[in-house]
């Protein structure tokens, strides 16, 4: 079975401050990762991919694949980066849904 | 944004009646998707579709159903509803399944009294 948890429903950080959001995965097969993001009045979008390794507004994520997690980074916060982020993952193979995390909701203090 | 819309936006209703929230998509998009999302349990899929007439069960199916009659509309029915159904409801489009970017509309919230 698929599982995503993410530890921290709320994480609140300062302007500048290094930020990041934690995603562990639970799944027997070989994984693709997501984080996607919702901002106030917004929906809920795609911000990145493991499988791309690219840096979207400054975030990161890399895949470990031994400690099962898939961690957002972003080493300077700025506050509009306060949003609700959810880790999503799919597996390769078959039919495939995707399942996300709780979700985290992150507060850039000014 | 993608193009989808979903309707209603808003619905308070009482406990046993029908609910039906509609999806409509306009990118010709195979796969579409009903998640709800509550506290603490983030977004859940309800009932996923791969192709007209083609649907499936997600992990939170109980208590509703879907039909893609069109390409472009994907229904989620509420057969009759309880309050464990309050709840935001997103439905979701993407060309392929799984792997592939999803395209999420603006979400419908219902109350159930």
């Known amino acids: 079975a698929q599982r995503v948890t993410q530890p921290e429903k709320l994480l609140s950080v300062f302007k500048g401050a290094p930020v990041e959001l934690k995603c562990n995965y639970s799944y027997s097969g070989s994984p693709e990762l997501f984080w996607y993001v919702q901002y106030s009045r917004q929906r809920l979008q795609l911000l990145l991919r493991h499988i791309s390794r690219e840096s979207i507004k400054g975030f990161t994520a890399d895949l470990n694949k031994g400690e099962t997690s898939f961690h957002l980074k972003k080493p300077f916060a700025q506050e509009e980066d306060s949003a609700m982020y959810y880790c999503a993952l799919s597996g390769r193979q078959g039919a495939q849904k995707l399942v996300f995390g709780q979700g985290t909701r992150l507060t850039i203090n000014p | 944004d993608a193009g989808i819309t979903q309707s209603p936006r808003h619905k308070v209703t009482e406990t046993g009646t029908p609910v039906t929230l509609r999806c409509h998509q306009t990118e010709n998009h195979r796969y579409m998707y009903w998640y709800r999302q509550d506290p603490g349990h983030g977004l859940r899929l309800i009932h996923y579709s791969y192709g007209v007439k083609d649907t499936d069960k997600g992990e939170v199916s109980d208590g509703y159903s879907v039909s893609r009659s069109k390409t472009e509309d994907f229904l989620l029915t509420l057969e009759s509803a309880t309050s464990s159904q309050t709840s935001v409801y997103f439905c979701?489009?993407?060309?392929?399944?799984?792997?592939?970017?999803?395209?999420f509309g603006e979400g419908s919230r219902l109350t159930v009294l």
């Open positions: 979701a489009i993407s060309e392929r399944n799984g792997g592939g970017e999803l395209f």
